[in-house]
């Protein structure tokens, strides 16, 4: 059982491993690529090195920041709640006035 838990974390830390690897070969490429288009075509190529800098900073994100943890424990929480919402009797809900029993302009007596 031990072997198993260790081979676990083993798989887990692997996996970390390799999405820094992908982000940081996606940051270098990323480098290398504006560099050259900087060079050769100047700044008309900027607005393509927004872009793909805002799509770098969510893969840095996703692979330094983010706290798969806090996550799953927040959707953990969530399910409990709707399970728990699903086990509540419903509410009796109140009759609405039928259209004809509803009062009309004429009935209120502060309208002339």
């Known amino acids: ?5 260790s081979n676990e974390r083993y798989e ?5 491993v390799e999405a820094k690897m992908g982000f940081f070969a996606n940051l270098a490429i990323f480098a290398i690529i504006n560099i050259v288009f900087l060079i050769v075509a100047g700044t008309d190529w ?3 090195t927004l872009f793909w800098g805002i799509g770098l900073a969510f893969h ?3 692979v330094f920041f983010r ?12 399910i409990q709640k709707e399970l728990k919402r699903d086990d509540q009797p419903a509410e009796p809900t109140k ?3 039928a ?3 509803a009062p009309g302009p ?3 007596p502060t309208v002339s």
Not at 1 to 5: H, K, N, P, T
Not at 12 to 16: G, P, S
């Open 1 to 5: 059982m031990a072997a198993d838990a």
């Open 12 to 16: 887990q830390a692997r996996q970390r």
């Open 46 to 48: 900027l607005w393509v």
């Open 60 to 62: 840095a994100w996703s």
């Open 67 to 78: 706290d798969q943890g806090l996550i799953a424990d927040w959707k953990e929480r969530q």
């Open 95 to 97: 009759p609405t006035p």
């Open 99 to 101: 259209s004809s029993e």
């Open 106 to 108: 004429s009935d209120d």
